[in-house]
């Protein structure tokens, strides 16, 4: 996979010609801090006059082996002028199209997803009260999945039958958990991660249907809001996103 950059001009957008084959969330940040996009591609971004660049530097390399000759050969012969040397061609690259720019703001959809998905989750418990708790995944799947044939009222199969979440003032605690309500709390983060894949997939349709409206411009998909509809909170660090 292929990251290319795509900036947004005034009334349109074009590539950058800067390109990725992988993506951190540092380098999502600043290029998001600089208006720029991400489109993933499955080959890397190559310009359209690339045979006219390469045609150029074979040129150069001939004239520079002629240059060569003509001073080092035993004919005696001056050796030749400097030619004219004409500018390098600069790359070109094709038009940003409706489509590109639809790929690059489904990427940031995506990404949003993620983080409001690892973002801590509230479930109300019934001796605690609302706490939060770690979007775990793979722990609370595993100890789902070893809940399996004990009996409601038994404590979760943990040290102690805990689980450690964070009360209504942020303290810190080891909470005690039934079978029971351990599955409701696990039912609640699933529910809000599968919340999240939906309003995901309605933002990527919204964005994706601007591709054959008329009205639409490349500029109005790049400015896209998809900031509404999420469960959770971002206000964790951006350096824990993914």
């Not at 950059?5 to 993506?23: F, L, P, R």
């Not at 290029?31 to 045979?51: R, S, T, W």
């Not at 150069?60 to 390098?88: C, F, H, L, R």
């Amino acid at each position: 996979m292929y990251y290319a950059i795509i900036k947004q001009t005034a009334d349109s957008a074009e590539y950058t010609g800067v390109v990725y084959n992988e993506m951190t969330n540092p380098t999502i940040i600043a290029h998001k801090e600089q208006e720029c996009f991400i489109e993933p591609m499955d080959q890397m971004l190559e310009p359209v006059n690339k045979k006219e660049m390469a045609e150029y530097e074979m040129k150069m390399v001939q004239q520079k082996m002629e240059k060569a000759m003509s001073i080092n050969g035993d004919g005696g012969t001056d050796p030749v002028e400097d030619p004219d040397i004409p500018d390098i061609p600069m790359p070109v690259y094709a038009p940003v199209e409706k489509v590109n720019a639809v790929n690059a703001v489904i990427f940031y959809i995506r990404e949003e997803k993620k983080k409001y998905n690892i973002s801590n989750f509230t479930y109300t418990h019934s001796v605690e009260g609302e706490c939060t708790f770690s979007a775990s995944s793979d722990a609370i799947n595993a100890v789902y999945t070893m809940c399996t044939g004990l009996a409601d009222g038994d404590p979760i199969p943990t040290q102690h039958g805990q689980w450690k979440g964070y009360l209504a003032d942020g303290t810190s605690k080891m909470i005690d958990f039934t079978v029971s309500e351990f599955k409701a709390m696990a039912t609640s983060f699933f529910n809000r991660n599968d919340a999240n894949f939906h309003n995901e997939e309605s933002h990527a349709t919204a964005v994706r249907n601007m591709i054959t409206d008329d009205t639409a411009s490349i500029t109005d998909i790049l400015n896209y809001d998809y900031s509404t509809g999420w469960n959770g909170t971002t206000t964790q660090s951006a350096d824990i996103w993914f």
